[in-house]
């Protein structure tokens, strides 16, 4: 599986990955270490011609400048094994962003999920998915719902990261270029 994706910078970063040790110390919560980098999920697919996507992600990139985006809340994506996230504002800049890519990449993808359609995309951070059962699930909402989100995510490039298996790591980077 890869993803078009942004990683969090290091504030963001450290905030994700301290409520992932919360959640694993107070609630069991562990299965988010499967993909240890915390990130904004663009696109994901099971495969994709990376020469292509570096190539539109490039363009993209040419004509973006970096800008921010804040935490609002927990969400829970409920289906058989939900997910817990962290929830991001949809701005504007975040979906014209995200349109060009959908209209540039997915015709390079294979075995595109549709859940990060423009018309379905929910921008998050995960924080817990995998092991997440009952249990589990209300300990982690109940531990974090009363905390103060203070979240904020700069977004100043794109990544292309993969999960095989336990493998887990970064095809390329391509940094934001545009002027505000």
Known sequence: MIAIATLLEFSANSKTERTW????????????????????????????????????????????????????????????????YYALMKTKALIEIHQRLWEGVSECADGLQQVYSPDTWIPHITLAYKDVIPDKLACAVMDLAFQPLHLEIVVDHFAAIYLDGTDFGMKFNVAFNGRA
Not at 34 to 39: G, K, L, S, T
Not at 40 to 51: F, G, H, I, R, T
């Open 21 to 84: 040790q919360r959640l694993e110390r107070e609630c069991g919560l562990s299965g988010i270490k499967i993909a240890p980098m915390p990130h904004l999920s663009w696109q994901v697919a099971e495969n994709y011609d990376l020469e292509k996507i570096n190539s539109v992600l490039k363009d993209v990139a040419e004509k973006t400048p970096p800008f921010s985006v804040q935490g609002i809340g927990l969400g829970i994506f409920t289906k058989e094994i939900p997910v817990l």
